[in-house]
Each structure stands twice: as structure tokens, then as C-alpha cells.
């Protein structure tokens, strides 16, 4: 991708937004912003303070200083910071920051442009991707969706994530985190599922939207999903849907990244899943960290 394509489809990260600080209070972080609005989150562990800034805008030296005092400040002992597409890393270096092996974010994901019409869309599905939406609708797919979802469509949709998870052998969120995603962010919170012929559910998606943009966080299949073509369906929907609303990009968060194969590990699968819809490849640039304890720079702890 060019530089001029990669400009194009920057986009604030939902990561910085007010709602996900809120959501990482929950959690147990302490969030601080920058004068320039970046996000960063801090918390308190027993022998100083982890701090980790995910996806800001841009970052500059005069950023990366202010930075340093909230640090200091919460007793960091290193920062890891998660650079957006346009951030210019020689800042990041020529300030002590050093490349890291470990990433808390997907990477590399694939950005859908809601902004296409509906037929440049659908002509960037591949052909096999045409061929099972074309078969779930023979198959009687029926997809639904829930805007602001209740208790019960959240429980509904969560039991069939963790069984995923279970299978799959992924780390599931309890169910209070992914409530709590919804009263925070209320009409830009989504479950979106499908259902076969008699009804029974065979997938669901949790979404979460952010300044005009879309992020998939969440994905579920149950056992008898799994030998249909439904879940084609439910993303080709999901994308009309979406577009009908007016969000402009489609993060499907994560691939599988030969850069980092231990943190992709088990990714193949849904990656080409994913890749069957088209979209942009987007490759983030690799994590970078800074120690403020020079004795952990010398064990690489968080690297």
C-alpha cells in the first residue's frame, strides 16, 4: 500500500476514544490525557506502574515529553505505546524508545471502506466468499440485528462466545466487561446474528463504533454454525448495515502477522475467513517501549 492509500484510511483508534477509557476504569486503569488529547492508561502494581498507549494520533517530541512527566508521575517503570499509521518512529527513538516483540493489539487488521456502494463491495468479496453468502441464503440464513443490545441478547450472544472461546482456546471476557461495553457506549454498541431455517442461532458479532468508524471486537459460532455457511452471510450483512447507518470504515481487528507468530498463533483460520471479504490489508507498525527503571531495561521485561 502506498503512502497515500495508508494516509486515506487513518483513522482515530476507538482505544483513544473517552468511552474505552471509561470502559479501561472498569477494568481497573487509571486514565490521563495528554494537553494535546492523547490517551494514556496507568496502573498500579506493586512494584511501580504499567502504562501502555494504544494507537494515538501522531505523537511529537513535545508529546513524548508531557508523556514522560505522567509517567513519572505514576511511578511508571516503562511505557509501551502502540503507534498509529502516520507516527513518525525516528521521533520514537531519537527519544530512547525501542522496538518491542509484544503486542496487545491485532497488528495487522483489515480496514472494509463502508464509503464504497454496495456493488464495489460485493465485487471485492472473492468468488468462494460469493459462493457461500449465495449458499446461506439457500440455506434459509436469516440475520438480525440489535442495536444498544439488551441483557438478554448479550447473554445470548455470550454463551455461544464462550464456547468458541473454549474450543478454540481463546481468552474470553466475563460477561460483566462486555456489559459494561454496552451501557458505555449505548447506540454504538451492536450484536449482530444469524440464524438458520427453525431459528436456532448458529453465530453472532459484537461491534463497538467510534467517530464514524466500526470495530468487530467480539465473534461467536456455535457447534452446528461451524459446518454452515451462515457466518458469510452475517458479515456480508453486516457490512450493508453498517453503511446504512453512515460509519465509514469496518475494522475487522486482526490477522495473522508473520512478524509476531507466537501472538497470531492459531490466527489462519478466521484470517482467510476475513480475507475473503476484500478490504485493505493494514499493517501497524511494530510496539515500541521505553524503560524509566534502567535496571528492567536490562531483563527486557515487557519487550
Known amino acids: 500500500m502506498g503512502d497515500s492509500e495508508t494516509s486515506k484510511m487513518t483513522i482515530l483508534d476507538i482505544r483513544q476514544s473517552k468511552g474505552w477509557s471509561e470502559y479501561l476504569t472498569f477494568l481497573g486503569w487509571n486514565s490521563a490525557r495528554t494537553s494535546n488529547d492523547i490517551n494514556?492508561?496507568?496502573?498500579?502494581?506493586?512494584?511501580?506502574?504499567?502504562?501502555?498507549?494504544?494507537?494515538?494520533?501522531?505523537?511529537?517530541?513535545?508529546?513524548?515529553?508531557?508523556?514522560?512527566?505522567?509517567?513519572?508521575?505514576?511511578?511508571?517503570?516503562?511505557?509501551?505505546?502502540?503507534?498509529?499509521?502516520?507516527?513518525?518512529?525516528?521521533?520514537?527513538?531519537?527519544?530512547?524508545?525501542?522496538?518491542?516483540?509484544?503486542?496487545?493489539?491485532?497488528?495487522?487488521?483489515?480496514?472494509?471502506?463502508?464509503?464504497?456502494?454496495?456493488?464495489?463491495?460485493?465485487?471485492?468479496?472473492?468468488?468462494?466468499?460469493?459462493?457461500?453468502?449465495?449458499?446461506?441464503?439457500?440455506?434459509?440464513?436469516?440475520?438480525?440485528?440489535?442495536?444498544?443490545?439488551?441483557?438478554?441478547?448479550?447473554?445470548?450472544?455470550?454463551?455461544?462466545?464462550?464456547?468458541?472461546?473454549?474450543?478454540?482456546?481463546?481468552?474470553?471476557?466475563?460477561?460483566?466487561?462486555?456489559k459494561k461495553k454496552v451501557e458505555i457506549f449505548k447506540d454504538e454498541s451492536f450484536v449482530i446474528s444469524v440464524k438458520d431455517k427453525e431459528g436456532a442461532i448458529m453465530?453472532?458479532?459484537?461491534?463497538?463504533?467510534?467517530?464514524?468508524?466500526?470495530?468487530?471486537?467480539?465473534?461467536?459460532?456455535?457447534?452446528?454454525?461451524?459446518?454452515?455457511?451462515?457466518?458469510?452471510?452475517?458479515?456480508?450483512?453486516s457490512f450493508l448495515y453498517f453503511k446504512g447507518l453512515g460509519y465509514e470504515i469496518l475494522d475487522l481487528e486482526g490477522k495473522d502477522d508473520k512478524r509476531f507468530p507466537n501472538f497470531t498463533k492459531g490466527w489462519g483460520g478466521f484470517s482467510h475467513f476475513k480475507e475473503k471479504f476484500g478490504g485493505r490489508e493494514i499493517i501497524y507498525p511494530e510496539p515500541h517501549i521505553k524503560y524509566l527503571n534502567p535496571l528492567l531495561s536490562k531483563f527486557g521485561v515487557g519487550l
Open 40 to 178: 494514556i492508561e496507568t496502573r498500579k502494581v506493586f512494584f511501580g506502574g504499567l502504562v501502555k498507549i494504544q494507537r494515538p494520533k501522531s505523537i511529537s517530541k513535545s508529546d513524548l515529553i508531557e508523556i514522560t512527566k505522567i509517567c513519572k508521575n505514576n511511578k511508571a517503570l516503562f511505557t509501551k505505546l502502540e503507534p498509529s499509521l502516520d507516527q513518525d518512529l525516528k521521533i520514537l527513538t531519537d527519544y530512547g524508545y525501542v522496538r518491542s516483540a509484544s503486542p496487545l493489539l491485532p497488528p495487522t487488521t483489515i480496514f472494509i471502506d463502508l464509503i464504497n456502494n454496495e456493488k464495489n463491495l460485493w465485487n471485492n468479496v472473492s468468488h468462494s466468499g460469493k459462493y457461500s453468502v449465495n449458499r446461506a441464503r439457500r440455506e434459509g440464513a436469516n440475520v438480525e440485528f440489535f442495536q444498544n443490545p439488551s441483557e438478554k441478547v448479550l447473554k445470548s450472544f455470550y454463551d455461544i462466545h464462550k464456547q468458541t472461546g473454549n474450543k478454540k482456546g481463546f481468552y474470553i471476557e466475563n460477561f460483566e466487561d462486555i
Open 203 to 237: 453465530g453472532a458479532n459484537f461491534y463497538l463504533g467510534f467517530d464514524k468508524n466500526i470495530w468487530f471486537m467480539h465473534g461467536a459460532t456455535s457447534h452446528e454454525g461451524r459446518k454452515s455457511k451462515a457466518g458469510y452471510e452475517l458479515v456480508w450483512k
